[in-house]
């Protein structure tokens, strides 16, 4: 990803937690205008890094800068363009939620009310409880109203859909697509329902141990690897199919289902034509090529 | 664990492997310590010139908490209620751990002079059933305690070492140590009743449900920082008491109209900010009753406190009242929620951080100002209690030694921010900082303090400095989360 507008820039960054290291030499620029999913197994290093962009935790080494400021010099005015959900969703749980939301808002200068009004009642949020007292899914959808109402320019989700049921995920899936539509506005989204991550996103970060494995358009990614399904029209399917090295390769009497990586529709046609073969060639799921990706 | 074998030995191991517990949990370790060192209190009255047995209750009493604590958090865990043959384990495990240690905390008689074998087995074996009713009520209290959270009984669980020492100071132990000796057989077959009656209690059926899932605090706790935290946050998300919604609303309102008469983005509005949240933290946990109680118990007990050792007129003994809550602040939490992001850099959380500890620090003066005023009223009323040979005289609280407070608490405050995401470590040091100070306050009876009012002016400027470079070097240099 590169751009000369980055918003986050991030050089060699490496974090370590005692022996466990949860950044490892991590070079990442995020640009203006996208909508990110960031993947990756539990304890791969997602949230410590989406914490270094907004200086929460500082690197061992390495130098992360956001909004062009070093991620430890971050002052309010870099914080007051950033909305962070964050995983546990810890709140003041002594306030009520009609007095969190007031006290929060009282800090930004853009706070829109008519958006808290409209996503207090399309979350139907209840404003006269404490918030110690809802519910974990309750609890999410205050947090993601409260990084979202005074309309961030860049909006860091961490697992913000963890708690919440399949209608609300929807909602919420539906917000992201209409906060993407102002150009200017970045939203990074880390979670592991990858089905309703690849719904929104356009380009991907896939963690692994702390490492950044893929750092891509998701368009690109999907366009990288394919499965093809082999119908033998007559004859017999040869015992070495010309793919050369395949990701993935299951074989059923006259027909086989194959992964492939870098291969085009046209090219893969005119090898099952010199076969025999119809082939019908499918996009994977993002979970598909996750597991590729990441190797299991 | 063998499940095919017959049902007695899958019991059996079902019970081994709770009995595990008692070294695999980290949280226990240090209670073990806790544990040894109530071993003084049973040895050294036995070495007084009218030597008293009963000390070894302390330690049944705490070990029967401790019992009942690790089975809380088992019954706790979904996984157990569904454990096949699991439901009249925790009944075992509490028994069989009481029977092993009060059945050798019994042999505290053997010391007991004059006692004649075979009669001294009798009171050997006496001496250990009480101690198991003591044990039990430790458990009971653990069992009932914990279910709770902020009910009764968690207050009364606090409350019971403290009635053993007000026990032990009206020579109840004494009545019971001779009633043990003269009648061990009677003894022993009322004790054994009320086992028997706990024992059926332990068994009942609804055991399992009762703690299935269900929000509990257990004295090992504190290694568990977001458990901490999720029970802090429950606390605070329950009713408040009369007035609470309406002085929080008020709070909220001021504040909030406070915060909108700073600086948009700027460093005022988020101190203001934090102002009021390190506030409305203090007030969800302090309400009236609990004021009232802190104030009067404070004023009391130091106040007669004073007498013990004969220390009327020395410096350290009613006046270490002003250490006790210096040492406690050593668990608030200056920045409340850092992952509740709000513009702020960690130069305005450094400041924000700053105005928490002074709010955290008056608030608990004034409470300290008034017990100190209820104290010196209280002098003129209250008359001696007599003990035996032991007279207390009431002795208020000296104002001019109120800024001992001000002087030590930003040690407690650098504790905290070094130590923010170790419960565990800040318990220790806390304890620890608690008999350094009750030892010391013994040992040195001091009736002057040691230094003048300059030097105690320069120890509270050097104490606040080294706390304003820790918190400096901590919102510069560490993770805030």
């Known amino acids: 990803m590169n751009g000369d507008n980055a918003i986050i820039e991030m050089h060699k960054v490496s974090k370590r937690f005692g022996h466990i290291k949860a950044l490892d030499n991590v070079d990442l620029e995020i640009c203006p205008g996208r909508i990110i999913g960031l993947v990756g197994a539990n304890g791969s290093g997602k949230s410590t890094l989406l914490r270094h962009m907004i200086g929460l935790y500082l690197a061992d080494e390495g130098q992360c800068v956001t909004f062009g400021c070093d991620a430890a010099k971050l002052g309010p005015k870099e914080l007051g363009r950033i909305g962070y959900v964050h995983q546990e969703g810890e709140l003041l749980g002594w306030m009520k939620t009609r007095q969190l939301i007031r006290y929060v808002s009282a800090y930004y200068p853009t706070w829109n009310r008519e958006l808290e009004e409209q996503y207090i009642a399309d979350f139907d949020i209840s404003t006269k409880a404490r918030v110690g007292s809802l519910s974990p899914g309750q609890r999410q959808k205050l947090a993601i109203l409260l990084a979202v109402c005074f309309e961030p320019e860049f909006l860091i989700l961490d697992e913000p859909a963890s708690a919440l049921d399949p209608i609300a995920r929807g909602q919420f899936l539906d917000l992201l697509l209409k906060i993407i539509q102002d150009e200017k506005r970045t939203i990074i989204i880390s979670s592991h329902i990858l089905s309703d991550v690849e719904k929104v996103i356009d380009h991907l970060l896939i963690m692994k141990k702390g490492t950044l494995l893929r750092d891509c358009s998701f368009d690109d990614l999907r366009e990288e690897y394919c499965r093809v399904k082999l119908t033998l029209l007559s004859g017999s399917l040869p015992a070495t199919l010309p793919f050369g090295p395949m990701v993935d390769c299951v074989r059923e009497g006259g027909s086989a289902i194959i992964t492939l990586q870098n291969y085009t529709r046209e090219e893969i046609e005119d090898k099952a034509k010199a076969m025999n073969c119809e082939a019908e060639v499918q996009a994977l799921t993002l979970e598909d090529i996750y597991r590729i990706v990441v190797g299991e | ?481």
């Not at chain 2, 008293?52 to 302390?58: A, K």
């Not at chain 2, 053997?110 to 101690?131: D, E, M, N, Q, R």
């Not at chain 2, 706990?198 to 257990?218: A, F, K």
């Open chain 2, 1 to 481: 664990m063998r499940i095919v074998e017959g049902f007695e030995d899958v019991a059996m191991s079902i019970l081994a492997v709770n009995l595990k517990h008692l070294y695999q949990r980290r949280g226990l370790w240090l209670w073990y310590v806790i544990l040894l060192c109530q071993f003084g209190a049973v040895v050294l009255p036995m070495k007084l010139k009218d030597p008293r047995f009963m000390g070894y209750l302390i330690i049944s009493f705490l070990s029967g908490m401790v019992a009942g604590f690790v089975q809380v958090e088992i019954l706790n865990k979904p996984f157990a209620f569904c454990l096949p043959g699991h439901r009249l384990i925790p009944r075992r495990f509490i028994m069989l751990v009481g029977a092993v240690v009060n059945g050798l905390l019994g042999f505290v008689f053997v010391f007991y002079p004059g006692l004649g074998f075979p009669y001294v087995v009798s009171v050997i074996v006496a001496g250990g059933f009480v101690g198991m009713v003591f044990y039990l009520l430790g458990t009971s209290l653990a069992l009932s305690g914990s279910q709770q959270i902020g009910a009764q009984h968690n207050r009364l669980m606090g409350f019971s070492p403290f009635l053993v020492i007000v026990g032990a100071f009206l020579g109840w132990d004494i009545i019971l140590q001779e009633m043990i000796v003269s009648y061990p057989v009677v003894m022993a077959g009322i004790s054994f009743v009320m086992c028997w009656f706990t024992w059926r209690w332990l068994g009942r059926e609804s055991l399992g449900r009762d703690y299935c899932g269900t929000m509990v605090m257990t004295m090992f706790d504190g290694f568990d920082p977001k458990k901490v935290e999720r029970i802090r946050q429950w606390k605070a998300s329950q009713k408040g008491h009369i007035g609470q919604a309406a002085l929080l609303g008020w709070l909220g309102r001021f504040f909030n109209g406070w915060m909108s008469r700073q600086e948009f983005l700027g460093t005022g509005r988020y101190v203001v900010g934090n102002i009021y949240t390190a506030l409305g933290k203090c007030l969800v946990v302090l309400s009236p009753s609990t004021m009232v109680f802190l104030v009067l118990g404070f004023a009391l007990y130091f106040g007669y406190f004073s007498s013990m050792g004969g220390g009327a007129g020395k410096i350290w003994q009613v006046n270490i009242v002003y250490l006790w809550p210096a040492i406690f602040l050593l668990n608030v939490d200056l920045l409340p929620c850092p992952s509740l992001l709000v513009p702020a850099g960690r130069r305005d959380k450094y400041y924000g951080m700053l105005a928490s500890a002074m709010v955290v620090t008056l608030l608990t003066g004034v409470l300290l100002l008034i017990a100190t005023c209820v104290s010196v009223w209280l002098e003129g009323y209250l008359p001696d209690i007599t003990l035996k040979r032991l007279v207390l005289s009431y002795q208020g609280l000296h104002v001019r030694y109120l800024p001992l407070f001000f002087v030590f608490v930003p040690i407690s405050f650098c504790v905290s921010v070094l130590f923010r995401r170790s419960a565990i470590v800040r318990i220790v040091i806390m304890v620890l900082l608690f008999q350094v100070v009750m030892i010391g306050s013994m040992a040195m009876s001091l009736k002057e303090m040691p230094v003048g009012p300059i030097g105690f002016l320069l120890l509270g400027v050097i104490l606040w400095g080294l706390f304003l470079w820790v918190l400096d070097r901590h919102c510069r240099r560490r993770s805030l989360v």
